[in-house]
């Protein structure tokens, strides 16, 4: 499944910061840049603020 492909390297990053560094940083990839209200997954822009999800911690899948 699409949506479990970055269990690994999730589990990876977790051994490497520690598991509260990493919750900080999966909050803040996973929050709206503009108005900080959480996104979906599904997501690709707010639907209150309409601001696009953040680039610089979303990296698109690779096909």
């Known amino acids: 499944m699409l949506d479990q492909a970055g269990v690994p390297d999730n589990l990876r990053q977790m051994q490497k ?29 707010c639907s209150g603020c ?6 610089r911690l979303f990296k698109p899948a690779q096909r």
């Not at 520690?18 to 599904?42: D, F, N, T």
């Not at 309409?50 to 680039?55: F, I, N, V």
């Open 17 to 45: 910061v520690g598991l509260e560094k990493w919750a900080e940083y999966e909050a803040e990839r996973w929050s709206r840049p503009q108005c900080r209200l959480p996104i979906s997954w599904y997501a690709a822009a």
């Open 50 to 55: 309409g601001a696009a999800r953040s680039e």
